[in-house]
């Protein structure tokens, strides 16, 4: 099965376990913005990401400022939603992230908005026990 099943299978899962009374841990609105591999280079980084993990455009990831490493959240911006893994810090400070709850990989960002919007209003969402088996 392609990613892109694999990921609306898995937030239908998360949705369906959600409306059976399933509770979410957390819950924030506020806005996302992404951010790349070549971002994270102009900066003077190592392309490595807070966790250890190389930075990859095409994987649905995302910087949170506290939740563990490895945590899944939904990210949901009008009728699209997406899951993506904690597996670096941030948002940044400053003026330009006002309001910025989450920094998505651009294949994340762009499962929700065409990458020129830049900043969206999200609602992020601890996501259940993503585990199958």
């Known amino acids: 099965m392609n990613s892109f099943l694999c990921q609306k299978r898995r937030v239908a899962m998360v949705i369906a376990g959600l409306l059976s009374g399933s509770p979410c841990v957390s819950a924030e609105q506020g806005y996302a913005t992404w951010y790349s591999y070549d971002s994270c280079r102009r900066e003077g980084n190592t392309g490595r990401t807070a966790s250890g993990a190389l930075m990859r455009d095409e994987a649905l990831t995302c910087a949170h400022p506290a939740l563990p490493f490895g945590t899944h959240l939904i990210v949901h911006h ?9 597996n670096d810090r941030g948002p940044g400070r400053g003026p330009r992230t006002r309001g910025v709850i989450v920094d998505l990989s651009p294949a994340a960002f762009s499962e929700l908005a065409p990458l020129g919007r830049g900043k969206i209003p999200v609602m992020v969402m601890q996501a259940p026990s993503l585990n199958t088996r």
Do not use: A, G, R
């Open 78 to 86: 009008h009728q699209q939603s997406v899951i993506c893994t904690v």
